[in-house]
């Protein structure tokens, strides 16, 4: 239940979903509400959430073998799609590590990591 001076955060229409990657070896899988983490050797899962706090918020919570959430990361999101011409368009993906604070969501790092859309390789 809420108190009166409890509000509600608004889920984002934001949808992310398919592959996402980057130069340096980093690859995002979302489907949603789930996502594996690919990056230097280890892959990880878990379930995504992103919802609004000022900016848009990105909620990982990676999950152990049982199902147990054995970390959780929160990154302010954007997501940008420029035009390619011939009706294609390039979906970027920027994650820039946050803290979670009344305020809203800090940012960690100066840089965000920057995950580039890529069709889905069903190989792996």
């Not at 954007?78 to 368009?89: A, N, P």
Request: no cysteine; hydrophobic share 40%; charged share 20%.
């Amino acid at each position: 239940y809420f108190h009166n001076n409890q509000h509600a955060i608004p889920v984002n229409s934001l949808v992310i979903s398919g592959l996402f990657r980057n130069e340096s070896g980093i690859e995002v899988v979302f489907d949603s509400p789930r996502f594996t983490w690919r990056a230097g050797g280890k892959t990880r899962s878990g379930g995504f959430l992103t919802y609004q706090m000022g900016t848009t918020v990105l909620e990982l919570e990676f999950m152990d073998a049982k199902g147990l959430i054995e970390e959780k990361n929160w990154y302010i999101a954007r997501l940008t799609e420029f035009d390619q011409g011939k009706r294609q368009t390039q979906k970027v993906l920027e994650l820039q590590a946050a803290e979670l604070t009344v305020a809203g969501p800090h940012p960690l790092t100066v840089d965000p990591i920057r995950l580039v859309q890529a069709p889905l390789d069903y190989s792996r």
